[in-house]
Structure formats: C-alpha cells, structure tokens
C-alpha cells in the first residue's frame, strides 16, 4: 500500500438522482422543474456583454440582491447568496454548528445533512418523524447544538406551518435554526418574517426548483446581519467569489418576472392535485404534498419493482432503499402531459 494512502480523506459522498443525457426520457427524479426559466432570462443573456467574463464577478451581487430584497422583504445585507442552496448550507453547517453539542433534524429528511456533519466532524441526532411522516416540534427543545428544518420536508413533502416553526426557533435561543425551504414556493409560506422577530434563524431557499434555473447554481440565505457577516468570513475564508456575473445578471432577470414565475408554479400545483387524484383511484396513498413532488405507496406492489418497470419505460424517478420509506416513490411533479405518461405506465405496470 502506498505510504499516502492513510492521509487521504476518506468519506461517504451524497450521492445525487441520475442525470441521464438522453433527451426522450421523462426526467421525474431530481425535483427541477419542466419548465424553461422566464423569457425575461433570455433576454437578458441575449444582452450579456460576454467580454465582462474577463473580471471576476462582483461579490457585493448589487442587482441580485435588490431583486430579492423586493420579493422577501428583507435588506441587502441580509442575503447571503451562494453556489447552489448546497453549497449554502454547508457553509450554515460549517459556520453555525460549533458548539460540540448534536445538531438535530429527522431522521427522514435531505440526506445531505449527514454527509455535512461527516465532512465538518460535527455531531448530530437523527429525530424519527411520528408514524405519519410529520417533524414533531417538541422533540426538538432538548439542548442541543442547532437544528435544522426542510420545509416542505424531503422527501416526505409535507409542510409545517410557520407558527410551529417559530415554536422551534423559540425554543432553541441558545443555538441556530436553519430552515430549508428548497421547496416552499409550490404551496407554502416562508418563514423569513422570522428573521426579523429572533436572531437565532436563517432560511435558505434556491433558484433549482420553482425558479426553473437548477443549471445555473444559485441559492441564498437570509438572516439577521450578524449571522449574514458570519456566513460571508467563512466563505471568504474559503472561495471570494462564488456566484458567477452570467449567473447574477440571469437570477436577477428572473426574480423580477413574478408573473412567469406564479403561472409555472400553478400549473406544478395543479399537475400535483391531478396526479394525487389519478394515484388515489389507482390504490396509491400519497402523502400530502406542499412540494413539487410527491411521496406515494402502495401496499399491494414493490415500489422498487415499479421504479424498475418505469425506468425500462424511460421514466426516472426516485427510489430510497431506507428504513421506513423503501415501499414509496418519490416522484417529481412535470408538466401535465408528462403525468399523463406517468400515469399511463403505472396502469401498464399494475395490469401486468
Ligand atoms: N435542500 C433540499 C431539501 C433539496 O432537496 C435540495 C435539492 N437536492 C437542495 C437543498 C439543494 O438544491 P440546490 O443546491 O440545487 O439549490
């Protein structure tokens, strides 16, 4: 063996939905959206200037941030923007996760957090959701070293209304909160009014789901300006300028067409119901969904035989082989026509 080989850090990765290349596949696996980013966004990289590419981007990200600060009713400098809601959160991990107490979150949820707190050596309690599915508030007042949220949750879907969420940041003043709302725009509220209200929560959204734009890595956080300052030394202690100019001048394009952006999130509410609906007549049980995916099962098959049966169709969507879950699907929400499909493929399956 190579005298090396001990030194080299070994570690378990996240490991991602597949992104097949092919293009005549129904792609219902990774949680993007169907839709193509607004035509404002085509606009204005049709209007780029390419030669800025020369210099590095801006970190102060002027423009990004007074587009958002209009949509969250929140100042400039209470936006942390990164590359991708991922690499947000890690840097939260990294940041506000210290103390050498457990962080807490479900022991269903994002299965990125674990791989976080391996990587930053930070350790952490897996809190089991009750018997259907929900975060039970009260399990989360014991002392710990911060928590952490997703809401909707993943890949359950299901939403906690805000007021609970203010229970758990009430509750915990001695550490942060980190609440991830990676999909909140398909039917929830945002909890960023909170941000006002305590000093110990940060929210995290991203551009990936109901902003249509997952190809250009965009995610933020807001939180009080301490927090925000915190967040900010840590980043440049490790990477200035992570949000590229294209990226920043396509995110502000598309955070000022909130007409675009509310029609495609409709037409994702109402594929959901419509699927819902069509998967209850078909012996499903479907969790109730706040997100632009659903969590469903059914007991008389194998979810994992069904995820095969789909694949062979080309139709990918998502299989946990996990504790609990290993009977469900989650299944992205597409365009209507794309349900359609999906539906039609389940009903082949099950007369099979
Ligand atoms: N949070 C949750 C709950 C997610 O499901 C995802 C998407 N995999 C992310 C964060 C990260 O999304 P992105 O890095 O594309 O912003």
Same mark, same amino acid.
């Given at each position: 063996?190579?005298?090396?080989?001990?030194?080299?850090?070994?570690?378990?990765?996240?490991? %991602?939905?597949?992104?097949?290349?092919?293009?005549?596949?129904?792609?219902?696996?990774?949680?993007?959206?169907?839709?193509?980013?607004? %035509?404002?966004?085509?606009?204005?990289?049709?209007?780029?200037?390419?030669?800025?590419?020369?210099?590095?981007?801006?970190?102060?990200?002027?423009?990004?941030?007074?587009?958002?600060?209009?949509?969250?009713?929140?100042?400039?400098?209470?936006?942390?923007?990164?590359?991708?809601?991922?690499?947000?959160?890690?840097?939260?991990?990294?940041?506000?996760?210290?103390?050498?107490?457990?962080?807490?979150?479900?022991?269903?949820?994002?299965?990125?957090?674990?791989?976080?707190?391996?990587?930053?050596?930070?350790?952490?309690?897996?809190?089991?959701?009750?018997?259907?599915?929900?975060?039970?508030?009260?399990? $989360?007042?014991?002392?710990?070293?911060?928590?952490?949220?997703?809401?909707?949750?993943?890949?359950?879907?299901?939403?906690?209304?805000?007021?609970?969420?203010?229970?758990?940041?009430?509750?915990?003043?001695?550490?942060?909160?980190?609440?991830?709302?990676?999909?909140?725009?398909?039917?929830?509220?945002?909890?960023?009014?909170?941000?006002?209200?305590?000093?110990?929560?940060?929210?995290?959204?991203? $551009?990936?789901?109901?902003?249509?734009?997952?190809?250009?890595?965009?995610?933020?956080?807001?939180?009080?300006?301490?927090?925000?300052?915190?967040?900010?030394?840590?980043?440049?202690?490790?990477?200035? $300028?992570?949000?590229?100019?294209?990226?920043?001048?396509?995110?502000?394009?598309?955070?000022?067409?909130?007409?675009?952006?509310?029609?495609?999130?409709?037409?994702?509410?109402?594929?959901?119901?419509?699927?819902?609906?069509?998967?209850?007549?078909?012996?499903?049980?479907?969790?109730?969904?706040?997100?632009?995916?659903?969590?469903?099962?059914?007991?008389?098959?194998?979810?994992?035989?069904?995820?095969?049966?789909?694949?062979?169709?080309?139709? $990918?969507?998502?299989?946990?082989?996990? %504790?609990?879950?290993?009977?469900?699907?989650?299944?992205?929400?597409?365009?209507?026509?794309?349900?359609?499909?999906?539906?039609?493929?389940?009903?082949?399956?099950?007369?099979?």
């Amino acid at each position: 063996m190579q005298k090396w080989k001990k030194n080299i850090r070994d570690i378990e990765p996240y490991v %991602p939905g597949e992104q097949p290349q092919s293009s005549n596949i129904i792609k219902l696996n990774t949680n993007e959206s169907p839709f193509a980013p607004s %035509p404002q966004v085509k606009k204005a990289i049709e209007k780029y200037d390419y030669e800025k590419l020369r210099l590095y981007p801006s970190f102060v990200c002027k423009e990004l941030k007074g587009a958002l600060k209009d949509i969250y009713n929140v100042e400039e400098d209470e936006i942390f923007l990164g590359n991708g809601s991922d690499e947000v959160l890690a840097l939260c991990f990294m940041t506000f996760f210290n103390s050498g107490k457990k962080i807490l979150f479900p022991d269903i949820t994002y299965s990125f957090y674990d791989v976080w707190c391996r990587l930053f050596n930070i350790d952490f309690e897996r809190v089991p959701l009750n018997d259907d599915f929900c975060i039970v508030k009260e399990d $989360y007042y014991n002392e710990n070293g911060g928590v952490v949220i997703t809401n909707p949750n993943a890949p359950t879907a299901i939403y906690m209304e805000v007021s609970e969420i203010e229970d758990i940041v009430k509750n915990n003043d001695d550490v942060i909160v980190i609440v991830d709302e990676a999909y909140i725009d398909f039917g929830g509220k945002s909890a960023v009014e909170l941000i006002h209200k305590y000093d110990n929560v940060v929210v995290v959204q991203t $551009y990936s789901k109901s902003r249509n734009l997952a190809g250009i890595r965009l995610g933020f956080a807001m939180a009080n300006r301490e927090l925000i300052n915190a967040l900010e030394a840590v980043k440049n202690s490790f990477n200035s $300028y992570t949000v590229s100019s294209l990226s920043q001048v396509i995110a502000a394009a598309s955070a000022r067409d909130v007409e675009y952006f509310e029609k495609c999130v409709n037409e994702i509410i109402t594929a959901r119901e419509w699927t819902v609906e069509e998967l209850s007549r078909l012996g499903f049980e479907t969790l109730p969904s706040k997100a632009n995916f659903i969590f469903t099962t059914n007991k008389s098959i194998s979810a994992k035989e069904l995820f095969d049966f789909l694949k062979s169709k080309g139709i $990918y969507v998502r299989y946990f082989n996990k %504790p609990r879950i290993d009977q469900y699907l989650r299944i992205t929400i597409g365009t209507k026509e794309q349900m359609e499909e999906l539906i039609k493929a389940v009903k082949e399956f099950l007369n099979k």
